[in-house]
Structures are given as C-alpha cells and as structure tokens.
C-alpha cells in the first residue's frame, strides 16, 4: 500500500468513493427491490414498553423499567415522544445514517490498523451490501445501534491508546456504558474487565483510564442498585430469569417434560412455553397489588402483546430459574440440545432470521447467490419449522449445508489468527495501539459469544451481527498480513 508523508494512503479518495457508491446503490436497489422500514417492533416486540406510555408517561415508564437496560427504550421513546405520527419516518433516518456511519467507520478503523487499502475497501463494500444489513438497517430492533456504537467504541480506544487524556477515556468508557445500557450482554464485567486490562497494558496512563472508567462503571452499578432496592435484582435486565426456562425446559420434548413432573423434579410450570401470557403462570404465582404505574400493573400492552415489565413477572422468573437448575442437574442433554442450536444459529447468514421470512423472497436472487458465495449457505429452508422437519427425516449432518459454511470455518479461524498474534515471536509486528485494539476486539467477539450462545438459542446470527464489523476487521488484518508476508518473501528471493 503506497503511502504519503501523513501515513494515509494516496488511495483514501477513491477508496471512500467506492465505499460511497457501493452504499448508494445498493440501498436503491434494495429499495427497488421492495425492502421498506419497518417500524412495527415498537408496536409489536416485547422489548418496547408500550408505545401509549413512551407518548404519556416515559419518564416515569423508565425509571421503573426492569426487563431491559434502559437506554435503547429511551432513545426510541424520545422519538416516539417527540414525533408521535412521523416517528416511523425519524426512525427511517437515524437508521439510514447509523448505515453510512458503519460504512465508514469500519473502512476507518481497517486504515487505523494498517490494512491493505484494497482489501478494506472490498471487505467493506462486501460487508455494506449484505442483503442481511440492509435488513437490519430497515428494522427497528437494537442490532443496527449495537454495531455502530462497537465501531465508534474499536475507534475510540485507538485514539486513546495514541494521546491518553481524559477526554478520549470518557469517550471510550461511554461508548461502552451505551452498549450495557441497550443490552445487558455487555455486563458490568464486560467493562471493567476492559477498564482492568488498559489499567494494566497503559501503566504511564492509569489515572486517565480511571477517571474515564470509574463514572460509567458507577452509573451502572446505580442502575443495578436500584433494581434491587425495587424488585430484588441486582441486574440491569430480569429478562435473563424466564430466558433460562427457553435453553432448559422449553428444550424438552413434551414426554421428557411430563415424566419429570410426574416425578416431582420439575414444577408444572416447566410444561409452559417462557414468555407466555400471564394468565397462564396464575395457577402458580399470587396475586401482586397495583401500583399505581402502569409500566409495572399491565399485564398487556395496548398494542395487544404481554408486558413482560409487570410485577407477575419477577415471580415466573424465579420459578424458571428453579426449573432450569433442576433441568441441568437431572436432565443436561436439554440444554446440550439449546447449545447445539445456539451454535448453528450462530453461523447462518445474516438475513437468515424469522422476522425476515416474508422480506427475504423479496430480494431473491441476490440474497440466495450472497448466501452461498459469501457464507457458504448451499441450502436455505423456508422456516426454522422445515430446518426440525429436515432433522427429523434426513438427520444431522445435512443441516451443515443449510448453515453458513464458510462462517463455520472461517469465524473460529480468524479467532484462533488473532489469538496467535499475542505470542511472544507475533507480538512485535504490531505497534501498541494496533495490539490493544485487536486484544479489544477479539475479547469483545469471545465475550459476546459465549454469553449469547451458552445463555440463549435459536436467535444467534442476531446476536452475532454486531459483531461482523469486528470479524470483517480481523479478516482484513489477516489477509494485509499474508500478503505482506507473501511480498517479504519475493524480495528475498
């Protein structure tokens, strides 16, 4: 890669160009194509608060908010507020400006760790035309937040590692408080084991990774702490609770489920599906007393869906709890099974999701040849339901093709690259900034996925999807670093 005095590659203009182009198009002819914005998770998903109150009452509905952090209902909320009949089209352009922020913000940090020109432009344009992006780009869930806020995040902690001040502590450290505020996968350990790793590798910038940690750690825990004094949680999301009910019990066939109740190991509860309706767990929870607060009394939404942030709730968690450690000592191979399904939804296509069963005909054929070429998805099912059918009648080893190949292969390599550039004989080919950034990034894609795969099922290439930029990155790393081996070697010879 040819460059100039500044280090910047004589490159950059045409490269971002591209980048520009590649986005520009392909967001017209997805649009073309049929592919629309969908609002209607604010309605319809469990993890909104109802839209009446985000209108009336958000403050309020916030405060009292358990089943999730709290920040991403606040930003939606705000929109809500703020533009009660436009606030679909709002949503439409933040949404459409978090996809060219992504866009540019991962060719930017491929440039900050010296990857070849070329190839951060082809992995980028690779990685903004995903059918599965624009999906998400076009979905209002958390996934599009969550990957514009890690790259922001990979970015920050550059510019940190090069000028250590304050400032760029506070940044950082933020950037990282808003991911544990939109999804309690980025726990509260999740930074400070960040905040503990930079105290140690920065020791001429200790004072300023602590002052730039300690608030966002503080505001955290004060989330946490009052949680607890309120529904005796020291969390930041109840939804863990039920969750545990769908990789244990809800992983039992309904004989295995009727055998151990029988048997008095599980308590009938085991029998309902997680995150049914409330009236369904009332043979076994009491009765709790209005409050008085809405976000907390109704048992339904006004969009008609079940308001997982009532009080009856907290009681079904603690029950699914119980069940689930009772699942896992006398009966492991149900949660062997959530695993299992955990790991192949991990490695699916990015468009390859339930919600998007009736968009994704739409962007036949592209989507279809982007999934076999890209990810090495040979065959696609048109339901999760037929991928059980296939199981049942062909057996395992032919869902392999039904997954994504190439992921299956490629993601855990990348994993085992990076780590093999922390030995001691690797090390020195990279500066210090270059170091900490890839430790960051490969601790956050190993962080995530563990948390996600061994803690939930079935949904797990959603999970995944913020965390392509960081794979995307690595990848460039991975090939600018054979090519230039491959170059060395030339000249030697």
Same mark, same amino acid.
């Given at each position: 890669?040819?460059?100039?005095?500044?280090?910047?590659?004589?490159?950059?203009?045409?490269?971002?160009? *591209?980048? $520009?182009?590649?986005?520009?198009?392909?967001?017209?002819?997805?649009?073309?194509?049929?592919?629309?914005?969908?609002?209607?998770?604010?309605?319809?998903?469990?993890?909104?608060? =109802?839209?009446?109150?985000?209108?009336?009452?958000?403050?309020?509905?916030?405060?009292?908010?358990?089943?999730?952090?709290?920040?991403?209902?606040?930003?939606?909320?705000?929109?809500?507020?703020?533009?009660?009949? $436009?606030?679909? @089209?709002?949503?439409?352009?933040?949404?459409?400006?978090?996809? *060219?922020?992504? /866009?540019?913000?991962?060719?930017?940090?491929?440039?900050?760790? !010296?990857?070849?020109?070329?190839?951060?432009?082809?992995?980028?344009?690779?990685?903004?035309?995903?059918?599965?992006?624009?999906?998400?780009?076009?979905?209002?869930?958390?996934?599009?937040?969550?990957?514009?806020?890690?790259?922001?995040?990979? #970015? /920050?902690?550059?510019?940190?590692?090069?000028?250590?001040?304050?400032?760029?502590?506070?940044?950082?450290?933020?950037?990282?408080?808003?991911?544990?505020?939109?999804?309690?996968?980025?726990?509260?350990?999740?930074?400070?084991?960040?905040?503990?790793?930079?105290?140690?590798?920065?020791?001429?910038?200790?004072?300023?990774?602590?002052?730039?940690?300690?608030?966002?750690?503080?505001?955290?825990?004060?989330?946490?702490?009052?949680?607890? %004094?309120?529904?005796?949680?020291?969390?930041?999301?109840?939804?863990?609770?039920?969750?545990?009910?769908?990789?244990?019990?809800?992983?039992?066939?309904?004989?295995?489920?009727?055998?151990?109740?029988?048997?008095?190991?599980?308590?009938?509860?085991?029998?309902?599906?997680?995150?049914?309706?409330?009236?369904?767990?009332?043979?076994?929870?009491?009765?709790?007393?209005?409050?008085? %607060?809405?976000?907390?009394?109704?048992?339904?939404?006004?969009?008609?869906?079940?308001? &997982?942030? =009532?009080?009856?709730?907290?009681?079904?968690?603690?029950?699914?709890?119980?069940?689930?450690? @009772?699942?896992?000592?006398?009966?492991?191979?149900?949660?062997?099974?959530?695993? @299992? #399904?955990?790991?192949?939804?991990?490695?699916?296509?990015?468009?390859?999701?339930?919600?998007?069963?009736?968009?994704?005909?739409?962007?036949?054929?592209?989507?279809?040849?982007?999934?076999?070429?890209?990810?090495?998805?040979?065959?696609?099912?048109?339901?999760?339901?037929?991928?059980?059918?296939?199981?049942?009648?062909?057996?395992?080893?032919?869902?392999?093709?039904?997954?994504?190949?190439?992921?299956?292969?490629?993601?855990?390599?990348?994993?085992?690259?990076?780590?093999?550039? &922390?030995?001691?004989?690797? !090390?020195?080919?990279?500066?210090?900034?270059?170091?900490?950034?890839?430790?960051?990034?490969?601790?956050? #894609?190993?962080?995530?996925?563990?948390?996600?795969? &061994?803690?939930?099922?079935?949904?797990?290439?959603?999970?995944?999807?913020?965390?392509?930029?960081?794979?995307?990155?690595?990848?460039?790393?991975? %090939?600018?670093?054979?090519?230039?081996?491959?170059?060395?070697?030339?000249?030697?010879?």
């Amino acid at each position: 890669m040819a460059e100039n005095a500044t280090g910047k590659s004589r490159f950059a203009l045409p490269g971002t160009l *591209i980048v $520009l182009a590649a986005f520009a198009i392909s967001r017209i002819l997805y649009w073309y194509a049929g592919l629309r914005f969908d609002a209607g998770p604010v309605d319809k998903y469990w993890q909104f608060i =109802d839209p009446v109150l985000m209108k009336t009452r958000l403050m309020e509905s916030l405060f009292y908010l358990h089943m999730q952090p709290p920040g991403f209902n606040l930003a939606v909320g705000l929109t809500v507020k703020l533009f009660p009949n $436009l606030y679909p @089209a709002v949503l439409q352009a933040i949404y459409l400006i978090i996809g *060219i922020a992504l /866009a540019f913000s991962l060719l930017h940090i491929m440039r900050l760790m !010296r990857v070849s020109e070329p190839v951060a432009v082809v992995l980028t344009v690779l990685f903004i035309v995903n059918p599965g992006c624009a999906m998400y780009e076009n979905f209002a869930i958390y996934e599009y937040p969550i990957a514009i806020l890690l790259m922001f995040a990979a #970015i /920050a902690l550059f510019r940190l590692c090069q000028q250590p001040v304050v400032w760029r502590s506070l940044l950082f450290f933020g950037l990282l408080f808003g991911l544990a505020m939109i999804r309690n996968i980025f726990h509260v350990l999740f930074l400070a084991a960040i905040a503990a790793a930079l105290w140690f590798l920065l020791p001429k910038a200790r004072r300023v990774v602590v002052a730039g940690a300690l608030p966002f750690l503080a505001l955290i825990l004060a989330l946490q702490t009052k949680n607890w %004094i309120l529904f005796d949680s020291f969390t930041t999301s109840t939804w863990a609770g039920m969750n545990t009910g769908v990789v244990t019990t809800f992983q039992l066939t309904p004989d295995e489920a009727r055998k151990l109740i029988d048997s008095g190991v599980l308590s009938p509860i085991a029998a309902i599906p997680p995150f049914s309706d409330l009236n369904l767990y009332s043979p076994f929870i009491h009765p709790v007393a209005s409050r008085g %607060i809405p976000v907390l009394d109704q048992a339904a939404t006004s969009t008609g869906h079940p308001n &997982f942030n =009532d009080l009856g709730y907290l009681q079904v968690h603690k029950l699914y709890i119980s069940s689930a450690s @009772a699942v896992l000592v006398h009966f492991p191979s149900a949660y062997a099974r959530s695993v @299992a #399904i955990a790991w192949f939804s991990y490695f699916l296509p990015t468009s390859d999701l339930h919600s998007f069963d009736l968009l994704r005909p739409k962007l036949d054929p592209f989507d279809r040849l982007y999934s076999e070429v890209v990810f090495g998805q040979f065959r696609q099912a048109g339901s999760r339901k037929d991928l059980r059918a296939i199981r049942a009648t062909e057996g395992v080893l032919p869902l392999v093709l039904y997954t994504g190949v190439f992921l299956m292969a490629g993601l855990p390599l990348l994993t085992v690259w990076t780590l093999l550039q &922390f030995l001691p004989k690797r !090390r020195g080919r990279w500066n210090v900034e270059q170091r900490i950034v890839l430790g960051f990034l490969i601790f956050t #894609i190993v962080f995530s996925t563990g948390v996600s795969n &061994f803690l939930s099922t079935f949904e797990n290439n959603r999970y995944r999807f913020p965390l392509d930029g960081y794979y995307t990155a690595i990848a460039g790393l991975a %090939i600018t670093s054979v090519m230039r081996r491959g170059a060395h070697g030339k000249l030697r010879t």
